[in-house]
């Protein structure tokens, strides 16, 4: 059972349409960060949001966390081809908070 | 600055032998971490060192796994009688302490096990 469920895992979309991908859990996270991910490459750091209801924005990503610290979720307003890759959510929880807990990953492709 | 790097970047082993995966962190970064993703996930959690310890591997499959930092800086992750299943890219990552710092994850090492 995943600790943190991703959804959806894949998305196909064309340039200029906006998206949302959904990271869900039941359990409590003290942060939550997004990352993206490269073939060939590891994982590299989007955002952190730490505080419930928590909204933040990079450009056209736009990053919330859920009031209850739960959940997050990850828009992105007119989507470009370079915005494919995959998106990874990752909590911390609140003890054993230094490691990572990882979601299954939604592989995002936007087509020109 | 130079970020993570891991060695080699591939490795194709048979079922059986032993392998041994290099990581050599940021600079001055005191923690460091092993994950492994396996096709179409997200990684998992190995273990994580804050110095020449091992302050957490409780994400270790089993014996046959085992890693060193025994000076504080580059790891290596050892794996004994590979299976098959132990096939992943394995991921490092180093931060400047643990409670809150961001991590730095490496390209990793690809292993396939024939």
């Known amino acids: 059972t995943q600790l943190l469920e991703q959804s959806p895992q894949f998305l196909s979309i064309q340039e200029g349409e906006n998206l949302t991908v959904y990271c869900n859990s039941s359990?409590?996270?003290?942060?939550l960060q997004w990352y993206r991910q490269e073939p060939g490459e590891g994982p590299v750091l989007l955002v952190t949001?730490?505080?419930?209801?928590e909204v933040k924005k990079l450009k056209r990503l736009t990053f919330q966390f859920g009031d209850a610290r739960k959940d997050s979720s990850l828009h992105i307003t007119a989507a470009q081809p370079g915005d494919t890759g995959l998106y990874l959510c990752a909590g911390r929880r609140i003890q054993g908070a230094q490691k990572l807990v990882f979601g299954q990953g939604t592989r995002l492709t936007i087509n020109p | 600055g130079a970020g993570v790097s891991q060695t080699p970047s591939n490795k194709v082993t048979e079922k059986g032998k032993y392998v041994e995966l290099r990581c050599d962190p940021i600079s001055g970064h005191t923690a460091l971490y092993w994950y492994r993703q396996s096709l179409g996930q997200g990684p998992e959690f190995l273990i994580y060192?804050?110095?020449?310890?091992?302050?957490?591997d409780s994400g270790l499959p089993n014996d046959r796994f085992f890693a060193v930092r025994p000076e504080g800086s580059v790891s290596t992750l050892k794996i004994q009688r590979t299976e098959r299943g132990d096939s992943a890219v394995y991921l490092c990552?180093?931060?400047?302490?643990?409670?809150?710092?961001?991590?730095?994850f490496g390209p990793g090492t690809r292993l396939t096990v024939t």
């Open positions: 949001v730490v505080t419930g209801g």
């Open positions: 990552a180093s931060s400047l302490g643990t409670s809150g710092y961001e991590q730095y």
């Open positions: 060192f804050q110095g020449t310890g091992a302050a957490d």
């Open positions: 359990s409590v996270f003290s942060s």
